[in-house]
Structures are given as structure tokens and as C-alpha cells.
């Protein structure tokens, strides 16, 4: 199975991007998609998910500015990024879980994530 992130890029503070993960190889409509960051100079921070009914949840850093979203008949998850700041200036990446219906509760940061993608820069210049 492969993920493969695009949509990143330099944009200014207050602009907007979408990522794209467009997905290969697995079942992707059974699966969680997840979005995580690498700050520089700080560890991974996770983002959001979407489940497979379509729930959603989101870091309190990003709740309100990030959208995630998942089109089943493209294999391709999203995320929107409205008013950019400095501060999320890094790399993102795509995962994904294949989680039992147990699973889907527990805390997001908690989840094993199965599949990644190579990452796609986003910076945010001031």
C-alpha cells in the first residue's frame, strides 16, 4: 500500500492551502485517515482524523482553521488549511489505521498507524 501526499508549498500568514493523500494498494473507504506534522525542532504532533462514517476530530491547535475530509471514490483524503500561521510551518504527513469499531474511540494520539506518506512542506512566511 503507498500514501502520497501533495498540496503543499510557501504561502503567506493568512493564506490558505488544501493537501491532498491519495491512496494505493489498500481498502481505503475501511480505513481511518489521519494527518500529522513535523514542527521543526519539535516531535510529530498529530492533527486530525476521519473516520470511516465520517466523523472527524482535530488538535485544539488547528479546531476551527483545519477541515479534514475523505473522498471514498478518489482514495484520496484532504486537508484544508485556512489562516496560516508561522507556527505550522512544517511537514505533513499522511497515515492511516485499519481500526476495529473498538479502536475508533480511543484517543488519536493513541492509534497505530499503519501506512504513511513521504510528507509534503508547507511554510508560512510572516
Known amino acids: 500500500a503507498q500514501l502520497v501526499e501533495s498540496g503543499g508549498g510557501l504561502v503567506q500568514s493568512g493564506g490558505s492551502l488544501r493537501l491532498s493523500c491519495l491512496a494505493s494498494?489498500?481498502?481505503?473507504?475501511?480505513?481511518?485517515m489521519s494527518w500529522v506534522r513535523q514542527i521543526q525542532g519539535k516531535g510529530l504532533e498529530w492533527v486530525s482524523n476521519?473516520?470511516?462514517?465520517?466523523?472527524?476530530v482535530y488538535a485544539d491547535s488547528v479546531k476551527g482553521r483545519f477541515t479534514i475530509s475523505r473522498d471514498n471514490a478518489k482514495d484520496t483524503a484532504y486537508l484544508q488549511i485556512n489562516n496560516l500561521r508561522s507556527s505550522d510551518t512544517g511537514v505533513y504527513y499522511c497515515?492511516?489505521?485499519?481500526?476495529?469499531?473498538?479502536?475508533?474511540?480511543?484517543?488519536?494520539?493513541?492509534?497505530?498507524?499503519?501506512?504513511w506518506g513521504q510528507g509534503t512542506q508547507v511554510t508560512v512566511s510572516s
Open positions: 497515515t492511516s489505521a485499519l481500526l476495529p469499531a473498538s479502536a475508533e474511540r480511543r484517543p488519536p494520539q493513541t492509534l497505530e498507524y499503519d501506512y
Open positions: 494498494g489498500l481498502g481505503f473507504s475501511s480505513y481511518t
Open positions: 476521519i473516520y470511516r462514517d465520517g466523523r472527524t
